[in-house]
């Protein structure tokens, strides 16, 4: 079946713009990953959805990032008022189980660039 | 201290020989350990889990030391296909089991 996917695969902004990302996991996956991943740098976790349990925001940056999923289907990636140093590849994950034992799928991420 | 901690290499290797990766990890409540592979500009992928025991699979294996608080990867024969960089995840109980990620290992396989 498909794999995760994210849209767009880039873009190009410039500060103070607000941007979305999307991502669609692979169907069934209850559990949702937004990561963040800065040039040469290593994956920053950003928020975790899990079925229908409140989501885990605990690693969002700021109060400009916010995050939405839909059931367990799409989410949505959303950072307003973008700043230079937002630049980076959001790479979101999917899992069948969650937890300590889920296996993560990851989409190919979106390159965002922001001027 | 962090997390997640891994030589952030890169490690340098010509084709065929044995090579090993540590990782360390600070919170002794961690709970599963694993190992991804990212290609460059590619998304990571699952290398292989770690158990308790120890695992093998085909020429990677992985080991835990739970007292010292460290995972290992041992990749033998290497394969100019291995070049990638690897890295360490680890996920804690309690909450809702995070993973976190080290910052990863570079491998170079030369001909």
């Known amino acids: 079946g498909a794999g995760v996917s994210q849209s767009p695969s880039n873009k190009v902004t410039e500060k103070g713009k607000d941007v979305e990302l999307r991502c669609d996991p692979i169907s069934g996956h209850t559990a949702l990953y937004w990561y963040r991943q800065r040039l040469g740098q290593g994956l920053e976790f950003l928020i975790y959805f899990q079925g229908n349990s409140a989501p885990d925001k605990s690693g969002l940056p700021s109060d400009r990032f916010s995050a939405e999923r839909t059931g367990e289907s799409v989410s949505t990636l959303t950072i307003q008022r973008t700043q230079q140093e937002d630049s980076a590849v959001y790479l979101c994950a999917s899992s069948a189980a969650g937890g300590l034992r889920g296996e993560q799928f990851f989409g190919p991420g979106t390159r965002l660039t922001v001027l | ?111």
């Open chain 2, 1 to 111: 201290r962090k997390e997640v901690e891994q030589d952030p290499g890169p490690f340098n290797v010509p084709e065929g020989a044995t090579v090993a990766f540590n990782c360390t990890y600070s919170n002794s409540a961690s709970q599963s350990f694993f190992w991804y592979r990212q290609d460059c500009r590619k998304e990571p992928k699952l290398l292989m889990s770690v158990y308790s025991s120890g695992n093998e699979d085909g020429r990677f294996t992985a080991q835990l030391n739970r007292a010292s608080q460290y995972i290992s990867l041992l990749i033998r024969d290497s394969k100019l296909s291995d070049s990638a960089t690897y890295l360490c995840v680890v996920t804690k109980s309690g909450g809702s089991y995070i993973p976190t990620f080290g910052r990863g290992t570079s491998l170079i396989v030369h001909p």
